[in-house]
């Protein structure tokens, strides 16, 4: 079983955001059972391919305590993840389901659960240090932004100004991150809203997928 592996530096007792503490302490006493803290990324500490998602699902990641795991967006996910060879298996329902990622990470732009799943600016800002770390130790050659939240904070992680490089579902954006080239994917967030409104389509997010794929396998 692959492991949920802390990126470099990630404090599971992080509390730096006064509103997102909060409301993870009120979490736990309606619902006892959850995970309900920051939660680590999922997938080898080095990787190919790093996803980077929004934030913890209140009843996905933040219940389970695995990105994606649980909830409704992570079906779509997973399932396209195991297509294009990245998971041993297609679903996602629980951190003991023996699911395997190969030279792929996923991580969150926001390690804690937001009320409304809407993250503050100041709580994206704060927060990113994390995600700077863990593009640092894992080295991507590619990653994939769920949104145009995550694409930011991409961004900021590695000081490119967002005016250069706005957010456009299928976008690729070539990076330099200490000198050697990184492709910045964009994809619409895999989220039941998205999904259910065919802002996303499955064919839409696999066209996506099927562009990193062969572009590290060296096709073009």
């Known amino acids: 079983m692959t492991k949920s592996i802390p990126s470099l530096g990630f404090n599971p007792a992080c509390r730096d955001c006064p509103r997102l503490a909060k409301y993870l302490d009120r979490i736990r006493e309606d619902h006892p059972g959850y995970y309900a803290r920051p939660v680590p990324s999922f997938g080898p500490e080095r990787a190919e391919l790093l996803v980077v998602g929004l934030a913890p699902g209140m009843h996905g990641a933040n219940r389970t305590g695995r990105p994606f795991t649980g909830d409704y967006a992570g079906i779509l996910l997973y399932r396209t993840l195991y297509k294009y060879g990245f998971g041993s298996h297609p679903g996602s329902d629980d951190p003991s389901d023996g699911l395997r990622l190969f030279?792929?990470?996923?991580?969150?732009?926001?390690?804690?659960?937001?009320?409304?799943?809407?993250p503050l600016t100041e709580e994206v800002r704060r927060c990113n240090h994390y995600l700077a770390d863990e593009i640092a130790a894992v080295r991507p050659r590619a990653l994939l932004a769920?949104?145009?939240?995550?694409?930011?904070?991409?961004?900021?992680?590695?000081?490119?100004?967002?005016?250069?490089?706005?957010?456009?579902?299928?976008?690729?954006?070539?990076?330099?991150?200490?000198?050697?080239?990184?492709r910045l994917y964009d994809s619409?967030?895999?989220?039941r809203y998205n999904t259910q409104t065919k802002r996303l389509t499955a064919a839409g997010f696999e066209a996506v997928f099927r562009r990193i794929a062969q572009w590290l396998r060296g096709k073009r």
Do not use: Q
């Open 103 to 118: 030279r792929c990470r996923i991580t969150n732009a926001i390690k804690c659960v937001p009320p409304g799943n809407k």
């Open 146 to 182: 769920l949104g145009a939240v995550a694409h930011r904070a991409v961004l900021l992680t590695l000081g490119e100004p967002a005016s250069k490089h706005p957010f456009a579902h299928g976008a690729v954006h070539v990076l330099d991150r200490e000198g050697r080239s990184v």
């Open 188 to 191: 619409y967030h895999c989220s």
